[in-house]
């Protein structure tokens, strides 16, 4: 996608170098270069890929970028950054854009400097923008993939160890029921041996020495006495 930020101070009119290629129609040789096409022509220019010979420590920096892409200044110090610093600065930011285009314009003439070598700066800088984005996002996408594959493991760790613990409750419970179910039979039978004392000695005694499943014994008759 094309972008605008040039046609805020690019000249369409450039200065003919050579003869122009002949039309390939009449109306198509009438019809007047546009920005777009001019800058098309400078950009085409700039056909080496950034490359970042150093590391970028501190990613917001758009000036450790563009020096670890080996972008400097030229010698008469003009880059399309410090044309965003005059457009921003308290002469002219208030200005309308025409008297800002020609007043960018007149300094350049001043300085010896042509349209062109400011939008070869700016696709230079443009570029590595975008390969330092494409360099930050395969980083993020291995990131990504790597720690997706790391909470893979750990959700299978997580759903082994569920199993663990789901199968160390379960046997805890089947070893509460089988004791209680041991228990509970050795309580019926005491209760029914219980019984059987207390029965044998309800003979002797009508008091309750020991306890009965069914509560008090019944006292023995007393002892008939012999009528003389």
């Given at each position: 996608m094309a972008k605008r930020w040039y046609n805020y101070f690019l000249s369409v009119d450039q200065p003919e170098e050579g003869k122009a290629e002949e039309a390939t129609s009449a109306e198509e040789s009438r019809a007047p270069r546009t920005a777009a096409q001019t800058v098309a022509e400078i950009a085409s220019g700039v056909t080496a890929e950034p490359k970042f010979t150093s590391p970028v420590t501190h990613p917001a920096s758009f000036q450790e970028i563009y020096e670890a892409a080996e972008i400097t200044a030229p010698s008469h110090g003009f880059t399309v950054l410090k044309i965003i610093d005059l457009i921003q600065s308290e002469h002219i930011r208030n200005l309308s854009r025409d008297v800002k285009r020609s007043s960018l314009l007149l300094a350049l003439e001043a300085a010896g400097v042509k349209p062109q070598e400011i939008v070869q700066d700016a696709v230079r800088r443009d570029k590595a923008l975008d390969a330092y984005e494409t360099?930050?996002?395969?980083?993020?996408?291995?990131?990504?993939?790597?720690?997706?594959?790391?909470?893979?493991?750990?959700?299978?760790?997580?759903?082994?160890?569920?199993?663990?613990?789901?199968?160390?409750?379960?046997?805890?419970?089947?070893?509460?029921?089988?004791?209680?179910?041991?228990?509970?039979?050795?309580?019926?039978?005491?209760?029914?041996?219980?019984?059987?004392?207390?029965?044998?000695?309800?003979?002797?005694?009508?008091?309750?020495?020991?306890?009965?499943?069914?509560?008090?014994?019944?006292?023995?008759?007393?002892?008939?006495?012999?009528?003389?």
């Open positions: 360099v930050q996002q395969r980083a993020l996408q291995e990131l990504e993939a790597k720690k997706t594959q790391e909470n893979q493991g750990l959700q299978a760790e997580i759903e082994r160890r569920i199993n663990e613990m789901q199968s160390r409750i379960q046997a805890n419970n089947d070893e509460v029921a089988k004791e209680k179910e041991r228990f509970y039979g050795w309580q019926l039978k005491k209760q029914q041996e219980e019984q059987k004392i207390a029965d044998a000695v309800a003979y002797f005694t009508s008091e309750r020495p020991v306890t009965s499943p069914h509560g008090p014994v019944s006292p023995a008759p007393a002892p008939t006495s012999k009528q003389s």
